[in-house]
């Protein structure tokens, strides 16, 4: 028979914080290339202008996954029913 492992119901540390860190480097890199060629014709600015828009988001919910990782604090994260998620 073919278990699969319990799924995690919550990201970790080194996810949320790749989200974060990962969005707000697409925002900057993103506005930088937007300000760039702003005077460009074309779709340019508008694709970057999105991918401005995209990174702004995913930095503001890597933020939130940070801070309700900080508020659960050092509480295990229950994976399956009964079993606290193990502490490397």
Do not use: D, H
Not at 4 to 10: A, E
Not at 41 to 47: C, D, H, I, M, S
Not at 55 to 72: D, N, Q, T
């Amino acid at each position: 028979m073919n278990e699969q492992p319990p799924k995690q119901r919550f990201p970790s540390w080194k996810q949320a914080l790749v989200i974060f860190c990962g969005g707000i480097v697409l925002a900057l890199s993103s506005c930088a290339v937007f300000l760039a060629n702003l005077n460009a014709g074309g779709n340019l600015p508008a694709v970057f202008a999105g991918s401005f828009i995209a990174g702004a988001i995913a930095s503001l919910v890597g933020f939130v996954l940070v801070l309700i990782r900080a508020i659960r604090g050092s509480k295990p994260t229950l994976i399956a029913p009964g079993k606290p998620e193990e502490k490397p």
